[in-house]
């Protein structure tokens, strides 16, 4: 079961999707676990999450989806793993929190809200990964290599 979890092929596309996706969501956690990149921190990220009805738990798998999805993404270790929270969470935000304000981005500042249009594109980045694997240059893809399935 482990090894193919790990089984990727040698694409070179791959490794620059989840790169990509695994810098975003890292920051992005780092925001919400650490306090960097001018985010909060994780208490005061669980409080807020906690305190907008998200059960504890499920707050504390959010975070953790995004800070160590995106390091898994970024050196391609349990890739599918990774991507599999980051959609999940993807999809979540998507239906609980952005919906409503519709597809675009408030770039002019004249929603309440977020659009979607992120979300949606880290969902399909992180379908082809958990479809696909980590591809070349992954760890995955050296020891999918040293223990075939």
Do not use: C
């Not at 409080?47 to 390091?71: D, K, V």
């Not at 969470?89 to 002019?108: K, R, Y």
Request: without cysteine; charged residues 10%; glycine residues 14%.
């Amino acid at each position: 079961m482990f090894r193919k979890l790990l089984n990727t092929t040698d694409n070179r596309i791959l490794p620059l999707l989840r790169v990509v996706l695994g810098v975003v969501f890292f920051a992005h956690g780092a925001q919400k676990m650490l306090g960097w990149f001018g985010g909060y921190g994780f208490s005061a990220t669980m409080g807020y999450f906690t305190n907008s009805g998200i059960p504890a738990p499920l707050a504390f798998l959010a975070i953790a989806a995004e800070f160590f999805g995106g390091i898994g993404l970024m050196i391609g270790f349990l890739s599918r793993i990774a991507a599999l929270g980051i959609v999940v969470n993807m999809v979540v935000a998507l239906l609980i929190v952005h919906l409503p304000f519709g597809l675009f981005m408030n770039w002019t500042g004249t929603q309440k809200g977020e659009g979607f249009e992120f979300h949606l594109l880290a969902i399909a980045l992180g379908s082809a990964i958990l479809a696909m694997g980590g591809g070349a240059a992954s760890l995955d893809r050296a020891l999918s290599k040293r223990y075939p399935v």
